[in-house]
């Protein structure tokens, strides 16, 4: 019993040191954050407007059985990347005729007014998630992050962090194409 | 010619590692004097040869000498002197080459200082402190050269990571090491212990002040960096559970744990066992954070730039000392006869408690640690272990230990008197409630925890007031009696006092910062004014300085009370074009009462007709200072407990015990 006990120490460590042999192994990379969503249906939510915009709310059901797949973009007024990101989208919708959608994340509805209201507006359909609830849904690791959604409420393609900058919009021009996100013959 | 003989000199201090590690211990073994005493001279050269290879490198990078591989990754000439020179251990090859360093000094130290450790017993430390040296003098060496050269010599360095760059991280990662490598020579005198198989009160005494030196160092070395963190990355918060901090962390929380039951092994001839495991589990811990710190094994904001052959050879290294140490005292410890019988209350109990608990909040923090490594490895699901999970089960064991490290001291040895100890400690306890419940009645709201917190922290440092002033018989007996009897008291004595109040202070501060922080994110134009725990704070705007290597966008905030001009803060975002990073300077008020932090962040994008708004982010974290007051009062209590003069290095191996009643106790 006594050996036992001494000897405890000594099988923790080997255990401990299996999983660092493996854990070594060059082909992993701790950084990288799988996207839990991809090829999964979009998580059912059902979000109010933002109070003080006639923007409607978002729910699932707006997403589905759209004749192209829709663009969900996660954003915030406090959130200094999405002001840059927030340009970018509004060329894709405009130039490009992409449909977006919005997911106001925890933030204050006067704020989120007046910041649509001095950028602009490009979102057909903006739900407030006062509480961060749909965004846990989503999985969010930080705000923005975008989602390419399929007419069957299929998450198609997910990017974290802001669409700026040529090799992100690059990327998310591709998943976009590939999608068949955009209108035919729309100018690009 | 001077990184030639850097390199040189490594490879010499090479070379007397391997004699100390075979020729000392087979003289301990065959009873050969001559050969123990060689680890005399190794040891000394070894800490010769290897200091001038440091030397070396930093004379390399004072010079700003581009020839040298490790100085241009590092360095840049336009860098001011200091972070020149603290650019030595700035790198993974730098700062191994000081992890060596000090390596070397303990087994010099042994060496030296050691002349009251019987010759075997110092042999095979010395020869298991040379083993350890052979490890990693090879590894740097064969994978990890800091004098590499590179042909043709770039114009200039490519700047040290500007995070860096700072006075605090300039000394952290030394005082970092000294804890973290000193901890190596405790883990020699227990491998040499086993191998002899015996293991006496002596022993505890010749390890004890190394493990309290260690112990200090580290304090300084966590405190320092956790000071670092909060003023320099612009968080505003002094612990953030990041897997690097934690492996800093769990050699601290078990090296506390053996400080106190070597204090058992030493008085009471109990727990040797316990003490050796501990003594090796201690090291291993920081052999375990140098390994993840350098491997990439988890995902941190702090690490160095990662490799896995590094990796690799780091982990075989590990293998052979901590796998081998635990064989050894599988198969040894059983072996070893208990001493000193106690009872439930004693304070052998006392100090048991407090080892189950800190050796369980170790294994909290490692498992926390290494838990999104386990659950990959078997479900390949990605996690992250956060705050939550570390406030959650770690801070009820700290508040429980808060309970028995006030209760400790006062219990006697093998048998402590239960009616006397509820005699005096309940003046205590009612004192710690009436403050708790002031607390509450002052402060209305926070949370709960919090209070209870508070409780522990007053009880704390009454019950560590009391018992000292039990102890000179304050307000007893005349003040000049009592001045008297505090000057007789051993210093172990006043160090544990202070290192106790120490903690409680610490606590206190932790309480204050995270319980009533105030916060506010701004998205700011020039003229937008905010306020904050009674601050009006008014953002004047921002201009653009030049720094000697760095451009900084600096904002002017006007700091106001009740309409009075506190303090004006220029809070910086700084660029650094060489290293292309930028770092947030934050701009601090610093009182007492609380620290009032503003950082600023990027501006906003150019593409938004918005230009001249700023990202603002003040805090108000009231009594934040106290973290790092108690900090030094556990320093300080550190100190003066190793300077006693029973536990000096070189003191007389069989120095008079003190008088019972005077037994430090911690």
Not at chain 2, 533 to 554: H, K, L, S
Not at chain 2, 559 to 565: N, P, S
Request: proline content about 6%; aromatic content about 12%.
């Amino acid at each position: 019993m006594k050996r036992l006990i001494a000897g405890l120490p000594f099988i923790a460590a080997v255990i401990f040191g299996g999983f660092f042999l493996w854990g070594l192994n060059p082909d992993r990379d701790p950084n990288e954050i799988p996207s839990v969503l991809i090829s999964q249906p979009a998580p059912a939510f059902d979000l109010d407007p933002v109070p003080g915009l006639e923007t409607p709310g978002l729910a699932r059901s707006d997403l589905v059985g759209n004749e192209r797949p829709v663009v969900v973009n996660v954003f915030a007024s406090w959130c200094v990347p999405c002001r840059a990101e927030h340009a970018v989208l509004t060329r894709f919708v405009e130039r490009e005729g992409m449909r977006l959608f919005g997911i106001n994340y925890k933030d204050k509805p006067e704020d989120a007014v007046k910041w649509l209201n001095d950028l602009g507006n490009p979102y057909e359909r903006i739900g407030s998630d006062l509480s961060g609830r749909t965004g846990i849904e989503w999985g969010l690791s930080g705000v923005p992050e975008t989602f390419i959604v399929d007419g069957d409420g299929t998450v198609l393609f997910r990017y974290v962090g802001p669409v700026v900058g040529p090799d992100a919009v690059e990327r998310f021009t591709q998943a976009l194409k590939q999608a068949g996100a955009l209108p035919k013959g729309a100018a690009s | 010619m001077v990184p030639e003989i850097g390199h040189f000199a490594l490879a010499l201090a090479l070379a007397l590692a391997l004699v100390q590690s075979v020729l000392p211990i087979a003289g301990a073994s065959r009873g050969n004097a001559v050969w123990m005493k060689s680890a005399q001279a190794t040891a000394i050269g070894q800490v010769l040869f290897v200091a001038i290879a440091f030397a070396a490198l930093m004379q390399a990078f004072i010079a700003s000498d581009f020839t040298v591989r490790n100085v241009v990754e590092n360095s840049h000439s336009l860098k001011p002197m200091l972070y020149k020179v603290a650019g030595t251990w700035g790198s993974h090859e730098g700062s191994l080459l000081l992890w060596i360093l000090i390596l070397a000094v303990f087994g010099a130290g042994v060496a030296w200082f050691g002349s009251n450790i019987p010759a075997e017993t110092k042999a095979r430390t010395l020869s298991v402190q040379a083993w350890i040296s052979v490890g990693f003098l090879s590894f740097l060496l064969l994978t990890s050269n800091p004098f590499e050269r590179v042909f043709p010599p770039p114009l200039d360095g490519n700047d040290l990571n500007p995070l860096l760059q700072d006075m605090g991280l300039a000394m952290h990662p030394p005082l970092l090491y000294f804890g973290y490598v000193g901890y190596s020579i405790v883990f020699s005198f227990a491998v040499a212990a086993l191998l002899e198989g015996r293991v006496d009160p002596a022993w505890a005494r010749w390890v004890r002040p190394w493990t309290l030196a260690a112990w200090v160092s580290l304090t300084a070395g966590i405190a320092l960096g956790s000071w670092w963190a909060y003023y320099e990355l612009g968080w505003g918060g002094w612990w953030f559970w990041d897997p690097v901090e934690n492996v800093s962390f769990m050699p601290w929380l078990l090296g506390t744990a053996l400080l106190h039951s070597a204090i058992v092994t030493e008085k009471r001839d109990a727990f040797k066992s316990w003490t050796i495991l501990l003594a090796i589990l201690t090291f291993s811990l920081s052999l375990l954070g140098t390994f993840i710190v350098r491997s990439g094994l988890l995902t941190s904001v702090h690490a160095f730039a990662v490799d896995p052959e590094r990796g690799l050879y780091i982990l075989g290294l590990l293998a052979v000392s901590i796998g081998g140490s635990l064989a050894l005292y599988a198969w040894r410890a059983p072996e070893m006869e208990p001493g000193g019988l106690f009872r439930p209350i004693s304070r052998e109990a006392g100090l048991l408690v407090n080892n189950l608990i800190l050796a369980a909040a170790t294994g909290t923090v490692l498992f926390g640690t290494l838990y999104p490594l386990i659950l990959e490895a078997i479900t390949g699901d990605k996690i992250s272990v956060g705050p939550p999970f570390f406030n959650a089960a770690f801070i009820p064991m700290m508040l429980a230990l808060v309970v028995f490290m006030g209760l400790g001291p006062f219990l006697s040895w093998k048998r402590a008197d239960i009616a006397g100890l509820l005699d005096r400690i309940r003046f205590v306890v009612v004192l710690a409630f009436i403050a708790a419940l002031a607390a509450w009645y002052l402060l209305n709201g926070g949370p709960i925890m919090a209070y209870l917190a508070i409780l522990g922290a007053a009880w704390l440092l009454f019950a560590t007031l009391r018992e000292w002033a039990l102890r000179i018989r304050l307000f007893e007996v005349p003040l000049a009696e009592s001045a008297r009897r505090a000057r007789n008291l051993p210093r172990a004595s006043h160090g544990m006092t202070l290192a106790h109040a120490g903690v409680a202070v610490l606590m206190m501060g932790m309480i204050g910062s995270t319980g009533w922080k105030s916060e506010e994110i701004v998205f700011a134009a020039p003229g937008t004014e905010v306020t904050i725990a009674g601050f009006d704070i008014t953002f004047e705007g921002a201009t653009q300085v030049q720094g000697p290597n760095y451009i900084a966008d600096r904002g002017t905030l006007v700091v106001r009370r009740d309409g009075e001009l506190v303090t004006t803060l220029f809070p910086e975002r700084r660029y650094y074009p060489v290293a292309e990073s930028q770092t947030t300077e934050s701009a601090i008020r610093s009182t007492l009462a609380g620290d009032l932090y503003t950082s600023i962040a990027t501006p906003a994008s150019d593409q938004v007709n918005n230009a001249g708004a700023w990202t603002l982010r003040i805090l108000y974290e009231p009594l934040v200072n106290l973290i790092w007051i108690g900090s030094i009062l556990l320093v300080i209590g550190g100190c003066l407990s190793l300077s006693d003069r029973r536990l000096r290095v070189g003191a007389p191996r069989r120095a008079k015990q003190p008088a019972s009643d005077a037994v430090p106790a911690e």
